[in-house]
């Protein structure tokens, strides 16, 4: 079932042509993957395109491997099977924890990857989808409202020992794809890759411009279409950028006539109701927070500021971005329930409203 939908996914890339531009004179490759519960689409561009969009998919499988929730082999199945004990953990792991950790503060605990428990319960770990009572939100979430607990911290040489608070389980869902981009990155340098456009099923990476030297085009779904081929509510014009969009739309279920999503607000353990219906956070692939990991920023960042809403992400993406160049540059694309598009102002000038989404245009500025 979730295999067959990231293949409907697959051929609806492929059938958008999702900003891949062909080229009859610069060589390129151009490989579907699926993985981490989507379809994705790599296109290298320059001489070695073919075996750096190999490099990119074994990057992918790689980090799989280690972090999905459903394979029990994983390295995460063992930290969340392992009831308090310590375990062994990889530098991607490691890192990744940290951030999450980093990420659950700074959203005023919004991300929290302890909310796995609720996430499972609503059947979106399988396809088994229920909506759980209240008792058991209360009882799971009182397992995540402190935010990821473990133990542990990273050495400098990468592997390290990490354990969770007893009953905690995490679930990198919603940071995964934007940490394997930041891989992605590392292995196009590798191979002097002059272009390429990734798309991880919602994270797009726009490295280099396209060979015409413009921009890449990245559409944004306009998620009150989702059954619709090409329905965008704009197109933005990037180069050089991570574009990571979390929306309610990207996986659901219906039940007595309602729909739930995925995204978990902390707050409530319910799919968070926020007035949005879409999030994407752009950012240079040199900016973000300083920490040399932007794509995965962008990433844990969608999805908070999906579960905030429009006032209180525009607030922390002002209270982020103050510092100008030497602090948290990114900027947002919303998409309202009733029908606005807000961009704020770094994407004035590259964001353009598909005019036959009938959504309004706003500017958001400092
Ligand atoms: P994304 O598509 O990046 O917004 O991530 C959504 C995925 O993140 C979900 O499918 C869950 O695996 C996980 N998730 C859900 N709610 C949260 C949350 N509040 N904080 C962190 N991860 C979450
Ligand atoms: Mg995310």
Redesign the pocket.
């Known amino acids: 079932m979730r295999r067959l939908a990231a293949y409907v996914l697959l051929l609806a890339l492929l059938l958008s042509g999702c900003g891949v531009q062909m080229s009859p004179d610069e060589a390129q490759e151009s490989i579907q993957v699926i993985a981490m ?1 989507t379809a994705m689409l790599i296109t290298t561009y320059g001489e070695r395109s073919p075996a750096a969009a190999y490099a990119c998919e074994d990057t992918i499988r790689d980090l799989e491997a280690k972090l999905s ?1 459903t394979d029990p082999d994983s390295e995460v199945s063992r930290l969340n099977a392992s009831a308090g004990e310590p375990v062994e953990v990889g530098e991607d792991l490691g890192v990744l924890l940290e951030l ?1 950790r980093y990420y ?1 503060g700074s959203t005023g605990g ?4 302890a ?2 428990p ?2 499972s319960a609503w059947g ?2 399988g396809d088994s989808f229920r909506v759980p009572s209240q008792a058991e939100l209360d009882g799971l979430l009182e397992l995540a409202q402190d935010g990821p607990g473990y133990n542990g911290s990273l050495s400098h040489g990468g592997a390290d020992r990490y354990s969770l608070a007893p009953g905690q389980a995490i ?5 995964a ?2 940490y394997a981009a930041d891989k992605i990155v590392k292995v196009l340098q590798e191979h002097d890759v002059p272009r390429a456009n990734i798309n991880l099923g ?2 797009v990476l726009a490295y280099g411009g396209r060979p015409d030297g413009t921009p890449w085009r990245v559409g944004i779904q306009d998620p009150a279409r989702v059954g619709e081929q090409n329905a965008f509510a704009g197109v933005l014009a990037l180069t050089d950028s991570f574009a ?4 309610g739309y ?2 659901y279920f219906e039940q007595g006539g309602k729909t739930y999503h ?5 707050a409530t353990g319910y799919p ?1 109701d926020s007035g949005l219906t879409s999030v994407t956070v752009v950012a240079g692939l040199g900016e973000g927070d300083g920490s040399g990991f932007p794509g995965t920023m962008c ?2 960042y ?3 500021l ?2 905030m809403g429009e006032e209180q992400a525009l607030a922390f993406w002002r209270d982020e971005t103050q510092w100008g160049e030497e602090g948290c540059p990114f900027d947002l694309v919303l998409v309202t329930e009733d029908g606005r598009v807000v961009v704020t102002k770094g994407l004035a000038d590259r964001f353009t409203l598909d005019e036959s989404s009938g959504y309004t245009l706003e500017v958001a500025s400092q």
């Open positions: 519960d929730r999450a659950h919004a991300f929290n990857i909310i796995a609720v996430v979106f770990t679930d990198l869902g919603g940071i794809k934007g919602g994270n990571v969009t979390s929306g990207q996986r995925h995204i978990i607000d902390p968070a990433d844990a969608s999805t908070a999906f579960i």
